[in-house]
């Protein structure tokens, strides 16, 4: 029951509040599944027909799995390379970056903790000041605020609520293209 739970939760949790299952954290689980089919298949033992059936369906799935957790892997390792050169070009300037999500800029500021990141009306707990303490994230409530005239802002958004803020408050922006990191999705706009 415990990789099923897992799975359950993972994926009630994601309808009622945001995608939050990632289908590695079943890992931590697949102990208890793996010692619940041996100890299934150490009584089936004297049934041949129904070992070598269970055995023939693990060894297929297993299979399966593993072509489909490496296609997964290959198409995150691309979309990050994309998104790191993207990144890579522009870096070089003095720039600001903005997100919508907390988790984006996590993940953003882990692979460049030398930029300036705000977070848009969302939190920064203390663990996270901890463990990103080399970078430079700050919380910001008003757009107002951004220093655009001096730095080149980029604007990190998963959803359309940071736009109309933006727009709101008078500045353009146009899209530099849609990237994923990970299991998210967004757009990088630039204020102009």
Known sequence: LVPIGTIVIGIIASKIIRPVFISRYMVCSLGCLWLAVAIRLSSTFTKKLIFYAITIILIITTICTKYKIIEN????????????TYLDDIKSEEICMVFDS?????II????????TYVYKQEITQ????????ANM?????????????KRTYVFAIGEDILN?????????KKCGSYQIETYKFSIYQIV
Request: charged share 30%.
């Open 127 to 134: 663990l996270t000041k901890q463990v990103y303490r080399q």
């Open 138 to 150: 700050q919380i910001i409530e008003d757009i107002k605020k951004l220093d655009i005239k001096s």
């Open 165 to 173: 803020e933006i727009t709101q408050n008078n500045y353009k922006y």
């Open 109 to 116: 500021s882990y692979y460049y903790p030398n930029n300036e």
């Open 102 to 106: 907390n988790q984006l800029q996590r």
């Open 73 to 84: 892997e290959n198409m995150y390792q691309k979309e990050k390379t994309k998104l790191t």
